[in-house]
């Protein structure tokens, strides 16, 4: 506050108490989630007749060696991106597949969050695929950390474009198209086993791709005012409000 460019500080005591108390609600709900998801993982683990003693330890590696690989596919689709919005862009890809595998590999796709990079998730990919999968995990170009960043530069005028909760899902469908069209790629993969997790946006944009569709009327009513809330999430979310409501 010393550095404050001004002799004199107004702050707004009712919406700083009012932020506070955002702030214990939300510790307060994390709580009480992650306590719900412990007993209810007991409850089943309980009624499971499944000898968890002989399962495989999961923290451990698997069996198999790693490669990875950095893949790119042309994109003839519009799409916002961190030099702007353009009618085609590359489709950067990060593939972990096990060496090894005889037969055709379960895929997992990662969607990586709001601000984040593919690579981010590197060390569970890898995870993955010491099992048998091969894990697949598409940049993101108008929501990762080049994009922010150059929005912290002025160089991009939106922090992110309601057009992203349509571009990511998309995505996701353009590499599935691109990896069963491709020769080298298409035979190496089990397409009846195909499955897709994400952190934070990155699950709204696995839901998405798996046919979910945005609510718009909890969307409408949540997003009534342009208040400040420490709450991330819900400041992505109505950046939605403004999308024309369709399914994705």
């Given at each position: 506050?010393?550095?404050?460019?001004?002799?004199?500080?107004?702050?707004n005591?009712?919406?700083?108490f009012?932020l506070?108390?955002?702030?214990e609600?939300?510790?307060?709900?994390?709580?009480?989630?992650?306590?719900?998801?412990?007993?209810?993982?007991?409850?089943?683990?309980?009624?499971?007749?499944?000898?968890?003693?002989?399962?495989?330890?999961?923290?451990?590696?698997?069996?198999?060696?790693?490669?990875?690989?950095?893949?790119?596919?042309?994109?003839?689709?519009?799409?916002?991106?961190?030099?702007g919005?353009?009618?085609?862009?590359?489709?950067?890809?990060?593939?972990?597949?096990?060496?090894?595998?005889?037969?055709?590999?379960?895929?997992?796709?990662?969607?990586?969050?709001?601000?984040?990079?593919?690579?981010?998730?590197?060390?569970?990919?890898?995870?993955?695929?010491?099992y048998?999968?091969?894990?697949?995990?598409?940049?993101h170009?108008?929501?990762?950390?080049?994009y922010?960043?150059?929005?912290?530069?002025?160089e991009?005028?939106?922090?992110i474009?309601?057009?992203?909760?349509?571009?990511?899902?998309?995505?996701?469908?353009?590499l599935?198209?691109?990896?069963?069209?491709?020769?080298?790629?298409?035979?190496?993969?089990?397409?009846?086993?195909?499955?897709?997790?994400?952190?934070?946006?990155?699950?709204?944009?696995?839901?998405?791709?798996?046919?979910?569709?945005?609510n718009?009327?909890?969307?409408?009513?949540?997003?009534?005012?342009?208040?400040?809330?420490?709450?991330?999430?819900?400041?992505?979310?109505?950046?939605?409000k403004?999308?024309t409501?369709?399914?994705?």
């Amino acid at each position: 506050m010393h550095h404050f460019p001004s002799n004199k500080i107004q702050l707004n005591a009712k919406l700083a108490f009012s932020l506070v108390k955002e702030l214990e609600d939300l510790f307060e709900y994390k709580d009480t989630t992650q306590k719900a998801i412990a007993l209810e993982s007991e409850r089943k683990i309980a009624q499971s007749k499944v000898n968890v003693e002989d399962l495989p330890d999961l923290s451990q590696p698997g069996k198999y060696r790693v490669r990875r690989r950095q893949v790119t596919f042309s994109i003839d689709s519009p799409r916002q991106t961190a030099k702007g919005f353009t009618g085609d862009y590359k489709l950067n890809v990060e593939v972990h597949s096990p060496i090894g595998l005889n037969e055709p590999a379960p895929l997992a796709i990662i969607a990586h969050g709001f601000g984040a990079k593919s690579s981010d998730y590197d060390e569970l990919a890898k995870h993955l695929a010491s099992y048998g999968y091969i894990v697949a995990m598409p940049e993101h170009d108008g929501s990762n950390t080049n994009y922010q960043d150059a929005f912290l530069r002025g160089e991009v005028g939106v922090d992110i474009s309601p057009v992203e909760f349509y571009s990511r899902p998309r995505d996701i469908t353009h590499l599935l198209n691109k990896l069963e069209r491709d020769p080298d790629w298409q035979p190496q993969i089990n397409w009846s086993e195909v499955g897709i997790i994400g952190h934070s946006l990155g699950g709204t944009t696995a839901l998405l791709a798996a046919g979910a569709a945005l609510n718009w009327d909890r969307i409408q009513s949540v997003c009534q005012q342009d208040d400040f809330v420490f709450n991330v999430s819900i400041f992505l979310q109505c950046r939605a409000k403004k999308f024309t409501p369709r399914k994705l």
